[in-house]
C-alpha cells in the first residue's frame, strides 16, 4: 500500500515538474517571437511618393472609367427613347431593343466608380503631403574645435509640419 502511495507521490512531481518545464519552453518561444519581429511599418520619403503615384493613377482610373460607364449608359438610354419615338407611327415596327437593364447597370457602375475614385485621391494627396513633409539632408553646424570654430556636416531629419492647410 505504502508503495503505491509512494509511486502516486512521484508520479505528480513528475508531472509538476514537466508542467513547469512546459511552461517554461512555452515562455521563451513567445519570447523569441516577440523579439524576432521588426517593425516595418516606417515608410521613406519614397514609399510615400510611390504610394501616392500609384493611387493618383488608380483614381484617373476609376474617374475616367465611371465616367465612360455612365455615358454609355446614358447614350443607351437615349437611344432606346429615339428608336421608341421613331416607331411611334410606324404601323409594323421592328422589334424593341429593350436596353433597360444593361444601361442601369452601367449607369450604376459609373456612378459607384466615380464615387469610389475621390477618397483614392484623397488619400493620395495625403501621402504627396507626407512625402513632402519627411526629407533627409546634411544639416551644417558650427564646432569649436581647438579654440576655433570648424563647420561640420552631419545626417539630419527633417519634418515639416503645415498649420495652416488649404
Do not use: C
Not at 505528480?12 to 511599418?41: C, G, H, P, R
Not at 510611390?50 to 488608380?58: A, F, H, P, V
Not at 476609376?62 to 438610354?77: H, R
Request: hydrophobic share 50%; no cysteine.
Amino acid at each position: 500500500m505504502e508503495k503505491i502511495i509512494n509511486q502516486r507521490q512521484s508520479i505528480l512531481k513528475f508531472l509538476l515538474i514537466m508542467k513547469k518545464y512546459l511552461l517554461l519552453i512555452l515562455m521563451l518561444a513567445w519570447a523569441i517571437n516577440v523579439f524576432s519581429q521588426e517593425d516595418t511599418s516606417r515608410l521613406t520619403q519614397a514609399d510615400y511618393l510611390k504610394k501616392s503615384k500609384n493611387q493618383k493613377t488608380l483614381g484617373k482610373i476609376l474617374l475616367g472609367g465611371g465616367t465612360a460607364m455612365f455615358l454609355t449608359g446614358i447614350l443607351v438610354i437615349t437611344d432606346d427613347a429615339a428608336h421608341a419615338v421613331g416607331n411611334f407611327l410606324n404601323p409594323n415596327p421592328p422589334p424593341d431593343k429593350n436596353n433597360a437593364v444593361l444601361s442601369d447597370v452601367l449607369i450604376v457602375a459609373g456612378i459607384a466608380s466615380i464615387i469610389a475614385s475621390v477618397p483614392v485621391f484623397i488619400s493620395a494627396g495625403s501621402n504627396r503631403r507626407k512625402a513632402a513633409s519627411i526629407s533627409f539632408k546634411l544639416e551644417k553646424m558650427p564646432v569649436m574645435q581647438k579654440q576655433s570654430q570648424v563647420i561640420r556636416s552631419f545626417a539630419a531629419v527633417s519634418f515639416s509640419i503645415a498649420f495652416n492647410q488649404k
